[in-house]
């Protein structure tokens, strides 16, 4: 009779790293983006949940929930995954709804969801699923820091987006396989078409009559995600 043989474990090692129009992004730096809008980002942490892979062998769930804060570079995760070929990756940004409606008295506090987090609405019970923040201006030719602030946290299950992509990835029994997530963030002003325009809404923090806002803004910061394999 035929036995099932599991395949050995191996390391994928990830990489989350900021872009600003396909470059590395620096927090010092004053970008122009779409609309002709000075900004200088101080701030951007977003959950990504959950990370999986799928081959022919099935999917793979690498984990079920993670936070990232991103705004002083490149963060890095050393996952266990079981050797094989792998041709997709699947991810959400933000909670899904189970995840977002725990009882943070049962997650530990230094858990990615945890208290210590700093991304949990109490007033909503739930979760702040980006935290995306910086100075702006409207004026294109301005000089020195930018003099307005916005300071925009999606959250409320509305918000919650996914996203797919094909990836050719082999991951070794015998070695260390590498997948990389940009984050394209000059892509969270424009589609290419339409324009995120802070002078419309620089600041949400889950009001629900503003929700347009931040329903644009989820829906750009997800495709500005992108990812490739080494």
């Known amino acids: 009779m035929p036995t099932h043989t599991e395949a050995p474990m191996g390391v994928l090692?990830?990489?989350?790293?900021?872009?600003?129009?396909?470059?590395p992004f620096s927090k010092d730096s004053i970008y122009l983006a779409a609309g002709d809008q000075r900004i200088q980002v101080s701030g951007l942490k977003?959950?990504?949940?959950?990370?999986?892979?799928?081959g022919e062998q099935g999917g793979q769930l690498l984990f079920d929930a993670d936070l990232f804060d991103v705004a002083n570079g490149p963060?890095?995760?050393?996952?266990?995954?079981?050797s094989g070929a792998y041709q997709s990756v699947a991810t959400g940004l933000g909670l899904p709804y189970h995840l977002?409606?725990?009882?943070?008295?049962?997650?530990?506090?230094n858990a990615p969801t945890g208290n210590n987090s700093g991304m949990y609405w109490n007033w909503a019970s739930q979760y702040r699923f980006t935290i995306f923040t910086g100075k702006w201006d409207s004026d294109p030719v301005g000089l020195g820091t930018p003099p307005f602030t916005f300071d925009l946290h999606t959250g409320l299950d509305t918000c919650y987006r996914t996203r797919s992509w094909p990836l050719d990835l082999n991951v070794p029994a015998t070695d260390t396989a590498r997948m990389t997530i940009t984050v394209d963030i000059a892509r969270f002003f424009t589609d290419g078409t339409d324009?995120?325009?802070?002078a419309e809404g620089a600041v949400w923090h889950g009001d629900v009559n503003e929700l347009d806002v931040v329903l644009e803004l989820a829906d750009l910061q997800v495709e500005a995600l992108s990812v490739e394999a080494e």
């Not at 977002?100 to 506090?109: E, G, M």
């Not at 324009?195 to 802070?198: C, D, H, P, Q, Y």
């Open 13 to 23: 090692k990830l990489t989350v790293s900021p872009l600003w129009n396909g470059q």
């Open 46 to 54: 977003f959950y990504l949940a959950p990370l999986a892979l799928h």
């Open 75 to 82: 963060e890095y995760r050393v996952l266990a995954a079981p």
């Open 100 to 109: 977002n409606h725990r009882d943070l008295a049962t997650i530990p506090p």
């Open 195 to 198: 324009v995120f325009n802070l």
